[in-house]
């Protein structure tokens, strides 16, 4: 039986084999999602959040140590969470959009007080 896999905010899915990295997923997806070990679980930028109910297999003692308590926040290592079934997940936005974003924000609330 396949996973599905669905990336949000874009609300791309994708189906996978069980066992295939959430990491692995997403690219396949042509969904980015930041790393800079290529998936060894080292650098902690490919960190996601996976969403209540999403079916992963267990985490692994290696992820466990690397989140260092994370994990009951539903933070997962996207290189080394693997599907067992559905599965929702949330991308974080790129630090540099998120700063883009905050600042956009900021000059409509200021654009807004003006008026």
């Known amino acids: 039986m396949d996973g599905v896999v669905t990336f949000w905010p874009s609300g791309k899915s994708i189906k996978v084999k069980p066992g295939t990295t959430l990491l692995d997923a997403a690219r396949r997806a042509n969904i980015p999602i930041r790393t800079r070990c290529g998936g060894k679980a080292a650098c902690f930028m490919c960190k996601v959040t996976v969403r209540p109910g999403s079916q992963l297999q267990p985490i692994g003692d290696v992820e466990r140590n690397k989140l260092s308590g994370l994990d009951g926040n539903h933070e997962r290592l ?19 959009r998120a700063a883009v974003a905050r600042q956009l924000a900021r000059q409509a609330e200021e654009n807004d007080d003006l008026w």
């Not at 996207?78 to 540099?96: F, H, M, N, T």
């Open 78 to 96: 996207s290189c080394q969470a693997r599907v067992a079934g559905k599965v929702d997940v949330e991308i974080p936005l790129d630090p540099l």
